[in-house]
């Protein structure tokens, strides 16, 4: 595969998850069809760069619900484009899983 250019957006999400001590596996396979964002493999969690403006297609629901089904605890979809802002959903959406 090649070598891939990250958004702006991913490569703060990923700043962040490094600053916060979670390992992770950037855009990786989940099953025989979809590549997440980011993979953080001990917590089961994906979270995805939707940008600002998200993603509330009923495919991108249904795909959630894939996911689950494979295994994954949960999905965190990450709006901001801030690192301050990314920072402030992972730790309130990790915060939840304790």
């Known amino acids: 595969m090649l070598p891939r250019d990250y958004t702006a957006q991913e490569n703060l999400i990923a700043r962040v998850l490094t600053e916060m001590g979670i390992r992770y596996e950037q855009q990786t396979s989940m099953g025989d069809r979809y590549i997440v964002d980011f993979l953080c493999v001990l917590e089961g969690i994906v979270v995805e760069a939707d940008g600002p403006f998200g ?12 996911l689950l089904k494979l295994g994954v ?20 959406e990790l915060a939840c899983q304790e």
């Open 55 to 66: 993603h509330l297609s009923k495919a991108d629901r249904k795909r959630d619900e894939e």
């Open 73 to 92: 605890n949960q999905i965190i979809h990450i709006k901001s484009t801030t690192k301050e802002g990314i920072r402030k959903v992972l730790d309130e």
